[in-house]
């Protein structure tokens, strides 16, 4: 099996994270070149990082600043308005007033690059076999990996979880599956986990995706007061709806998670475009079969489902790698010695 450097999809979130910052400098038309380099120099993960939303403000160079670092010290970020101001004074496109400025330009993906689990990527070459593709997909929890041609340098194709989902969902009718796809999903041992990480619909949605980063997760739902049912869903790619959608942006400090979703909602419907975003909580039961889930997976174009009792109250999530999970066993000694300490991690990463 071979290695290369490919980045981890998870990076969207780090970077997403980072143009929050990013953008109220951008906004104001801050260029500073100096203000780039430093932070280029530090690594923007690891400078950022430790700035904290909704702190005490400050006072640097007769601006307030709402920041502040991990060990209570006040962090010196160089603006000056509120960011609701910042939002609604950006004229035109936001994106294109953040990727004007040289903070963005100046920004390289190594900055950001410790914020994935693995480093370097591993990837998958031709002749290797099924089995060691749902085990790197499902037990070494890898969301996606390129498959590499070494001869020629190059990759000739990426290989999801959402592709063995759709070509499982294909197999609908073969013997096999069917008499497989029959299970329920209790008999699986699914849901893997009643420990769901949640949040509050009344929570900031900047606390959701600070716990979705902090526990290095997919995403996770947003339940209602009595914290038993779920109204929506939050996940990593949705970071980018701070960037997309300026009413988001406007109030990215103090918007809820609830009036995240319905924002959404209403920016997708305005956009006329469709998505698990445009719909509701999308939900199923423990004692529903393993093919009725896979196929629901595959249609809504989901990573992953909630599984709730008959009163909708929450129990568990099954999620694309849990699926992929069931099919396979990893034989004793497998991959030797080869996940012992032969994947190093970036000089900034914090795993």
Not at 199 to 216: G, H, N, P, T, Y
Not at 318 to 346: A, K, M
Request: aromatic share 8%; hydrophobic share 40%; with cysteine.
């Amino acid at each position: 099996m071979s290695r290369v450097r490919i980045i981890d999809p998870r990076f969207k979130l780090a970077y997403y994270e980072n143009a929050l910052i990013l953008s109220e400098i951008a906004a104001n038309g801050t260029t500073d070149s100096s203000i780039a380099e430093g932070i280029a120099a530090e690594g923007l993960e690891g400078k950022l990082s430790k700035i904290k939303v909704g702190t005490a403000a400050s006072k640097v160079n007769g601006t307030t600043v709402a920041a502040e670092t991990d060990n209570g010290v006040n962090a010196a970020v160089k603006h000056t308005k509120a960011p609701t101001e910042l939002a609604s004074s950006v004229d035109g496109s936001f994106l294109e007033n953040l990727t004007s400025s040289d903070l963005y330009k100046n920004t390289k993906v190594r900055d950001i690059s410790g914020s994935f689990r693995w480093a370097p990527f591993l990837a998958l070459q031709s002749s290797d076999s099924f089995l060691t593709m749902m085990l790197l997909l499902s037990k070494y929890r890898m969301k996606s990996l390129p498959v590499v041609d070494l001869g020629e340098g190059k990759i000739e194709n990426v290989i999801t979880q959402s592709a063995v989902v759709h070509m499982l969902e294909e197999c609908v009718g073969l013997h096999w599956f069917e008499n497989w796809g029959t299970k329920k999903l209790f008999e699986l041992g699914l849901p893997i986990s009643n420990k769901l990480i949640k949040v509050s619909e009344e929570d900031s949605v900047l606390k959701a995706f600070q716990m979705i980063r902090k526990r290095r997760i997919g995403g996770l739902p947003v339940v209602d007061k009595s914290r038993k049912k779920a109204i929506g869903n939050i996940s990593i790619r949705d970071v980018q709806y701070f960037l997309t959608a300026p009413e988001i942006f406007k109030d990215y400090r103090s918007i809820t998670t609830k009036d995240f979703i319905t924002t959404v909602k209403s920016y997708l419907k305005e956009q006329g475009e469709d998505g698990p975003n445009s719909h509701g909580v999308i939900t199923c039961r423990s004692d529903d079969t393993i093919k009725d889930v896979i196929l629901k997976l595959d249609a809504e174009k989901i990573q992953r489902i909630y599984v709730v009792d008959k009163e909708d109250r929450l129990e568990g999530v099954v999620t694309l790698r849990d699926i992929i999970s069931r099919l396979v066993h990893e034989p004793n000694g497998y991959f030797g010695d080869f996940f012992d300490g032969v994947v190093p991690l970036p000089e900034n990463s914090r795993v």
